[in-house]
């Protein structure tokens, strides 16, 4: 057997700015150095961030990622990194002839080794997911190549993130190669559950490699997506051997025995991938004698977080980076007293800290005293900033000219309290967040260009049942260290504003359930016919009240074109009514209850 | 030779409603029956509708349309139709056990021959696009059967849009065939120029096939798209034959001379398509002889609108139909007397009349007297609906809670004009349209929830200086007779509005050039930058200033939020800011001018 330490840097890139990811990538090359890795592995595209959408289809944008990543291989050998040999990911474009249906350019979502000052081999991503958020389709050609690199007489093979989802190719081609290692650059974003499917599939792939794997994950929030972390290494038959923590940079480091390389050609070779595709394997040695005998280190396995507080630092941590990432310094929400805006302005505190947290109270006629008594209580628990703006006399100068009634008064409402923060947003530079949660989206329970305007959702694929959950949870929390709590000495949100029921107050005494079903069943067949995709006679047969199938199917589908123009918000779920889920709005379809 | 009269049903059905679509396909079978055709040809998903995006996921939707499909085949059986063999697209699905990557249930891109009250042959869409607004490696697996029928003693084989767009496959399987006619049901969205494109392409592809082909494509507007019909038939040798009207339903028949059946075989054969796959060529007799001989009608060509009749063209049924097929009877936008509102209120008019058109005049204390008297002549001239609103006394009301000052002051301005445009909706039922062009939406220069507010954006896609040009054409069709022209007895658009100097009046003497280059500039420049992808350096070489170039490129790609939040409005060009260009929100990408 042989040795080697190999660090994974999981960390959080920024798209579209190869120069600060250039500057991270030595940097933390530099740690892994110091803790004494024979080998660094990093991201999924992490010189150019993930994902980068359309700007792949622009050759100015591929232009400076394969020059990213020629002078990346210069600068860790100017800076006395050279020896150490960093697998990181990019994008590079294969020398294709345009045809038809071919992405402009042939990108590639390409992975390559530098060391000692030269990028010594390059891959790409075999399997192209083109499903859920995934569109790489569109953006990228198929990678046919593995490369192979000896290391101080260890095998270590490189694929990239799908190819371990997808079943044949690069992962079949490494087990015939006879691979000591398989090394996975990842840009996996997060899903509720996920990190178990996950450790599960990684496991299952080493089998099947028939070596270690390890998987580095991308971590932070990039607009709807948050990037988990999670980064894993298993043995080759499976067992877990070090984990990275979640929602959290990390250099993950692990010592480990791996088989001595008896392969001896350095020729290339074409190996069937078992998936229709011929894969070429690439061979390159970089150093053939393995490393003298040395005392291992003990693996770190990180603590894993339960269910409730993965979705919490999810939703913190893509605030956080939302707001950072775009050059804000604050942020702004309309605070009712309800659960939606307590829990949203809590979020944002536990983000970016209470000092940089902006409400605004803006009572109407029909807001209830204790509305306006709970929102004082949470800023005052908070200490975020707070200001009080009556809309009462600009609904009436409105009134004065249009005598709107019902469902558009109710809305007007919504809409003067939507343009004062928008207002204010552009007076003071502060990200509006909207506070709607997924089970109004969904329902359509919401006014357009009223509480649907802003920047920012962090709540919008958050169901109102849990958002309770998350509440309660997160009061829970005083007393608790950790980087996505603030240090608040009180539990932060008014226990009346998780206790009472909830009111849009649009008019008197008007309630939630006068509009909708209570949200304990309305979420759960939300659930079933949102994420699930099933239709009515499943629905039914499922147990749902036939009648409100009916009704709610009517509400979810009419309100796709609300939902179009929502604003974007981490996803925590297979369906959080970002690219996951597209319908037309032009739509006649309905599902009839049978 | 053999003779054979082909009907190929353009037309516009209704995405979801298979009830509507199919009682369609009923009445025009019986148009194509009553003309004495010997086969009907519908588009592509006519069933369904296209696109369906992911209701093609939903297994019910599926179902559903399997089994339209067959009762479409005994509904036109039981009304008398049932001798006349018609092609029709629909959804289907493969049997395909599931895996990862694969679209939920592996749906196909399906087309069905239809006869004698049975579904006697299916096929699939053998090359799927994913570029541009296509994203159907999401939704379907790819189709690798090719039938062939004799009808009539003539071999007729079927494919499907996108077969004939990329090289190999479907068309080189045809040739290989010995098809005398190839025949392709299409849901091709308009872009302009893309009438000389597909003439070119349909005559090569005739070629390639060595047979007759008939091009049926789908018409009408369907949310960003706009299908603008075009129906083609070439010779085997690429001449053209017939061609049904741009943007109208239409039955075009035509008499074909076409070579007699010569395959004896009725068995399966497997065709290498040239593309790497493989295609099982199925041969279904329905009738051996030839047709006695009959005279053959003069076949129709219809004439071609120019460059600019066809983009007014396309922009009018856009609307029209988007307000239909969303069920509203009356629009609403406001007129300011520049010359965006009055082009859009001419559109409306002509899309649905003017006395379903509403128009809100919202002076405020910047509006200069000529534009409330252009806005009062628009509304003179086309007979609209119109009510003034000043905006004065609801500005001073948030006022004096927000002192808002320079850009936030405004925006508030805009967001009030939204606001009452909004309640108006909610109130009354009409939809919204906004009134921002292309060069605006590019730039960001509008106000998010204020004059982009709304449910249909019939000029997004128009850059500013063909907005102008529209704009005068239009005047100029005064007596014209068309579908597309409401019969006003003068210039619908007062030409002070098109003259005058362009100004957003949110501030006294503004000017849109205090912010933006002259518009003839901007446009060039931005059509290299957002159609072409041109990076800065090339940008620069092609005679951009470079000082513009760099503050263009800024403003562009910041104004990507406010973009993904627009409405919906009809694609006349490569990148509409819909589907087709999607950057991320948080990106720190800046092309450096060289």
Redesign the interface.
């Known amino acids: 057997m042989a040795q080697l330490r190999i660090a994974l840097a999981q960390t959080n890139p920024?798209?579209?700015?190869?120069a600060?990811n250039t500057a991270k990538l030595v940097e933390w090359t530099r740690h892994a150095a110091d803790r004494g890795a024979h080998l660094a592995v990093f991201t999924e595209m992490f010189l150019t961030?993930y994902?980068?959408?359309?700007?792949v289809?622009?050759?100015?944008?591929v232009?400076a990622s394969v020059a990213a990543v020629e002078t990346a291989a210069r600068r860790l050998a100017e800076e006395g990194l050279g020896e150490i040999p960093v697998v990181v990911g990019y994008v590079d474009r294969a020398r294709l002839a345009p045809?038809?249906?071919q992405?402009?350019g042939a990108p590639l979502d390409a992975a390559a080794l530098l060391h000692r000052g030269r990028v010594v081999v390059k891959t790409a991503k075999h399997?192209l997911?083109?499903?859920g958020v995934f569109?790489e389709?569109?953006y990228f050609v198929r990678g046919d190549r593995m490369p192979v690199f000896r290391l101080h007489g260890v095998d270590v093979a490189i694929a990239v993130c799908?190819d371990l989802?997808?079943?044949g190719g690069p992962v079949a081609v490494a087990a015939e190669a006879g691979a000591g290692l398989l090394v996975v650059p990842n840009a996996s974003p997060y899903e509720r559950g996920k990190d178990d499917a996950r450790l599960e599939l990684v496991s299952r792939r080493a089998r099947e490699a028939g070596c270690v794997l390890a998987y580095a994950n991308q971590v932070g929030?990039?607009?709807e997506l948050v990037f988990d972390g999670d980064s894993i290494i298993v043995s080759a038959s499976g067992e877990l051997i070090a984990r990275a923590a979640q929602f959290a940079e990390e250099l993950l480091v692990a010592d480990l025995e791996l088989p001595e390389a008896r392969h001896d050609g350095a020729a290339p070779s074409e190996v069937d991938a078992g998936d229709g595709t011929v894969i070429t394997v690439e061979r390159v040695e970089l150093s053939s004698s393995p490393l003298e005998p040395y005392d291992p280190q003990p693996p770190a396995v990180a603590a894993h977080l339960d269910d409730t507080a993965e979705v919490y630092s999810a939703l913190v941590l893509s605030v956080r980076?939302?707001v950072a990432?775009?050059g804000f310094q604050s942020v702004i929400l309309g605070l009712s007293g309800g659960i939606d805006s307590a829990l949203t302005a809590t979020i944002a505190s536990d983000a970016i800290g209470p000092d940089r947290v902006h409400v605004v109270l803006m009572p109407s006629q029909y807001s209830s005293e204790h509305s306006l008594g709970d929102a004082n209580e949470l800023v005052e628990r908070q200490g975020v900033k707070a200001r009080i703006?009556?809309i009462s006399?600009?609904v009436?100068?409105?009134d004065?000219?249009?005598a709107?009634?019902?469902?558009?008064a109710e809305?007007?409402q919504a809409?003067?309290r939507?343009?004062?923060l928008?207002?204010?947003s552009?007076?003071h530079g502060h990200l509006v967040l909207t506070t709607g949660n997924k089970s109004e989206l969904a329902t359509g329970y919401s006014t357009?260009?009223g509480d649907s305007?802003g920047?920012f959702a962090p709540i919008k694929d958050v169901p109102k049942t849990l958002v309770w959950k998350l509440s309660r949870w997160r009061n829970e929390q005083v007393g608790v260290s950790s980087p996505f709590l603030h240090d608040f000495p009180v539990p932060p949100i008014p226990e009346n504003s998780i206790e009472k029921e909830p009111s849009a107050e649009l008019r008197p005494d008007q309630r939630d359930t006068d509009s909708l079903p209570e949200y304990d069943i309305l979420d759960r067949l939300l659930d079933d016919y949102v994420e699930k995709?099933?239709?009515?006679?499943?629905l039914v047969a499922a147990g749902h009240d036939p009648e409100l199938v009916a009704r709610v199917i009517r509400l979810v589908d009419v309100a796709e074109?609300k939902r179009?123009?929502y604003?974007?918000g981490p996803k925590i779920t297979p369906k959080n009514f970002g690219r996951d889920?597209?319908?037309?709005?032009?739509?006649?379809?309905?599902?009839n209850p049978s």
Do not use: C
């Open positions: 920024a798209v579209g700015d190869l600060a961030g994902p980068v959408e359309d700007l289809l622009r050759s100015s944008f232009e045809r038809v249906g992405p402009k399997h997911p083109n499903y569109d389709y569109r799908e989802w997808q079943d929030g990039q607009d980076d939302y990432k775009n703006v009556p006399d600009i009436t100068a409105f004065k000219e249009l709107l009634t019902g469902l558009a809305n007007l809409r003067v939507g343009t004062i928008m207002g204010l552009n007076q357009l260009y305007a920047g995709d099933m239709g009515s006679a499943e074109y179009r123009q604003p974007p889920r597209r319908l037309p709005i032009t739509n006649r379809w309905r599902e």
